[in-house]
């Protein structure tokens, strides 16, 4: 069994900065990409920054330069940094974690979504 819990979300004022953060845990073997994706209402859901296992990182274009996305390979833990965050940033984040839990085969696992407002 694996679970992928985010934390983090909230209501914030434009211009304002949240950090997310997400943890994989149970019987993990092998952990390999994590990262982010969002969906606004009536949007799909879209990637927003991924990390591999040797730390490369990318992002979508909407939040290169305000976003940071890091990992602490010991606690299988994502972070996302948003700083100047726009009412455009509103949505639902999921954090996706690509990994080899024991005794299966490699697949995505996603974590139930933290909601992120915008607004003054």
């Known amino acids: 069994q694996v679970q992928v819990v985010e934390s983090g979300g909230g209501l914030v004022q434009p211009g304002g900065s949240l950090r997310l953060s997400c943890t994989a845990s149970?019987?993990?073997?092998?952990?390999?990409?994590m990262g982010w994706y969002r969906q606004a209402p009536g949007k799909q859901r879209e990637l927003v920054a991924t990390?591999?296992?040797?730390?490369?990182?990318d992002y979508a274009d909407s939040v290169k330069g305000r976003f940071t996305i890091s990992r602490d390979n010991a606690k299988n833990t994502v972070y996302l940094q948003m700083n100047s965050l726009k009412p455009e940033d509103t949505a639902v984040y999921y954090c996706?974690?690509?990994?080899?839990?024991?005794?299966?085969?490699?697949?995505?696992?996603w974590g139930q979504g933290t909601q992120v407002t915008v607004s003054s």
């Open positions: 149970g019987s993990i073997f092998i952990m390999y990409a």
């Open positions: 996706f974690a690509d990994l080899v839990a024991v005794g299966q085969s490699r697949r995505g696992y």
């Open positions: 990390i591999s296992s040797d730390s490369s990182t």
